[in-house]
């Protein structure tokens, strides 16, 4: 059963920094394209970031230049470095995973990815 768990959420000051990490287990990692979506409270869930499986990267224009998307096969993770956060930046962040048969595609829309993880929060706030 694939599994999907995000971590290294927290508090942090604006222009602070956090990486979060996806463990993901139960299918085959490499094969798949992933991406980091997140949801602040009243809002609608929105993409971040996607990499393929040769590391083409996407990003959404809010956090270009501030946060950095990459995966590493070998330990089935998936890593997002944010830097310079700003209070718009809190919301629950997620993992996601592509369905199968396409990994060179950049998937942008929730309904494009097949499997989930919990989530973790993040709050930039002075």
């Known amino acids: 059963q694939a599994q999907l768990v995000e971590s290294g959420g927290g508090s942090v000051q604006p222009g602070g920094s956090l990486r979060l990490s996806c463990a993901a287990s139960g299918y085959t990692y490499g094969t798949r394209s992933m991406g980091w979506f997140r949801q602040a409270p009243g809002k609608e869930r929105e993409g971040v970031a996607a990499i393929n499986i040769v590391d083409s990267t996407k990003y959404a224009d809010s956090v270009k230049g501030r946060f950095t998307i990459s995966r590493d096969n070998a330990k089935n993770t998936l890593y997002l470095q944010m830097n310079n956060l700003k209070p718009e930046d809190t919301a629950m962040y997620y993992c996601?995973?592509?369905?199968?048969?396409?990994?060179?595609?950049?998937?942008?829309?929730?309904?494009?990815?097949?499997?989930w993880g919990q989530g973790t929060q993040v709050t930039v706030s002075s």
């Open positions: 996601a995973a592509d369905r199968p048969g396409r990994p060179l595609y950049l998937p942008s829309r929730p309904d494009e990815y097949h499997y």
